[in-house]
């Protein structure tokens, strides 16, 4: 700005030289002099523009300064996202491995959860069976009670006649027992009786046969 200054008044002051030259001297004085004010308000003029143009370059480096923050701040969240990026694909690569896996699970459940409902229909089968066997069952259970009651009450007549024969026997018994005691007791006799007969006979023999010797 100096330089520009200095070339300006050169510039005037050579211009005033030729005026001088052309004019009278006090034209030429009045003329410097208006060159001399009119210098003095382009220097004012341009220190107003410099001083404006100095703010705008602290407005300048104080919006750069915000930028550069701002600059900052991007590439802090860029390196962020990237982060997350790189975060988030291995999340999916991870959740695809999951779903994967499970989708092969789920894919085995379906056929187990198939192959057990086939079960459960034959469980099914099997215990509709159960029922009709049970009640066919408990039918045959009723005919057994009943059955039963015959031969319980058959039971307790048998056991009557068990009771009545017992004493019958044991009547018999006691009856035999008495007449074996009576035949032991007559064989006793009869035991005696021979051999009275046999002692006598014997006797009655030899006397008969002295007397018929006598003879």
Do not use: P
């Amino acid at each position: 700005m100096n330089k520009q200054l200095l070339s300006t008044l050169t510039a005037l002051c050579v211009a005033s030289s030729l005026v001088y030259a052309k004019s009278t001297a006090q034209d030429g004085i009045a003329k410097i002099k208006e060159n001399l004010e009119n210098a003095k308000a382009n220097l004012e003029d341009y220190k107003k523009n410099l001083k404006i143009v100095d703010g705008n370059i602290q407005e300048v480096n104080k919006a750069k300064s915000k930028v550069e923050e701002q600059k900052k701040q991007v590439a802090s969240q860029i390196k962020e996202n990237s982060t997350n990026q790189q975060r988030l694909k291995k999340s999916d690569q991870d959740l695809l491995k999951l779903l994967k896996d499970e989708e092969t699970k789920s894919t085995l459940e379906d056929k187990k959860i198939l192959e057990l409902q086939a079960m459960i229909a034959k469980i099914q089968e099997n215990k509709s069976k159960r029922d009709q066997n049970m009640q066919s069952y408990k039918v045959q259970q009723t005919q057994v009670i009943e059955e039963k009651k015959v031969w319980d009450q058959r039971g307790l007549n048998l056991k009557d006649q068990e009771k009545q024969v017992a004493d019958r026997l044991k009547a018999l018994n006691a009856q035999e027992s008495e007449w074996r005691n009576k035949k032991r007791g007559y064989e006793g006799e009869v035991s005696r009786w021979q051999k009275e007969i046999d002692k006598q006979q014997k006797t009655y023999n030899q006397f008969k046969d002295l007397a018929e010797a006598k003879k």
